[in-house]
């Protein structure tokens, strides 16, 4: 138990729907991340969100939206999704602060599913 | 550029000692973390070193830092079936487009041989 949850832990979704992946630190932390993680690839950054500011990877098709409502909650919005985006979806949380250490705690992860 | 390359494999006996290489390219990264990855859940912190360390002890783990030729290791001593899982090396760049964030390497697939 890491203190990072999220939820669902499996989602299987055709590609017209519109669904939300959650996720929920109790760390405290002041930063949080959405990364994909795909078969042989490596561990892709989609989103952070550090002191209500919001960083974005540019190769991150619009169909992905984030939203961080707090601090301790972040969700990732999916809509008109392709199958090629069926993958392990892990959120992490983070103090960032002056010293450059950046510890992050990843939740479970989300096993995405696009037929 | 940022890259974190590793070893995408690795196979010992259950006992031996196993060691997981990794090269990054970002001098500027003042930290340099190791995560483990067991089936079916998310990347829980292993250990981190500090760059201005060469080695750091946590009981079976042992990281080495070669900042010279920007390579990190881990070792994991007496190593047991519990250990299979997949291992990743991460750079955290303190400059450019990537800065405070993490860099992943694609991962090292321990397997433990009884």
């Known amino acids: 138990e890491t203190g990072v949850t999220q939820t669902p832990r499996h989602l299987v979704m055709g590609m017209t729907n519109k669904k939300s992946l959650k996720c929920e630190q109790h760390?405290?932390?002041?930063?949080m991340y959405w990364y994909k993680q795909s078969a042989k690839k490596p561990l892709e950054l989609m989103f952070v969100y550090s002191l209500e500011e919001r960083v974005e990877n540019n190769s991150v098709p619009s169909r992905f939206s984030p939203e961080c409502p707090n601090s301790s909650h972040l969700f990732l919005h999916l809509h008109t999704l392709q199958p090629e985006d069926s993958a392990l979806y892990l959120c992490?949380?983070?103090?960032?602060?002056?010293?450059?250490?950046?510890?992050?705690?990843f939740g479970p992860g989300t096993r995405l599913t696009v037929l | 550029g940022e890259d974190v390359e590793q070893s995408l494999f690795l196979s010992v006996r259950e006992g031996d000692s196993s060691v997981i290489n990794c090269t990054y390219t970002?001098?500027?990264?003042?930290?340099l973390y190791w995560y483990k990855q067991e089936p079916g859940a998310g990347l829980q912190l292993l250990t981190y070193?500090?760059?201005?360390?060469d080695m750091k002890q946590d009981q079976r783990l042992t990281v080495l830092l070669n900042k010279k030729d920007k390579h990190l290791s881990l070792r994991i001593a007496d190593t047991q079936t519990g250990d299979s899982a997949i291992y990743f090396c991460?750079?955290?760049?303190?400059?450019?487009?990537?800065?405070?964030?993490?860099?992943f390497g694609k991962g090292t697939k321990l397997s433990v041989k009884p």
């Open positions: 760390l405290g932390h002041n930063a």
């Open positions: 070193i500090f760059s201005n360390m």
């Open positions: 991460a750079e955290s760049p303190n400059y450019g487009g990537s800065q405070g964030n993490l860099i």
């Open positions: 992490a949380s983070s103090q960032k602060g002056a010293s450059g250490k950046n510890e992050q705690f």
């Open positions: 970002d001098s500027s990264s003042t930290y």
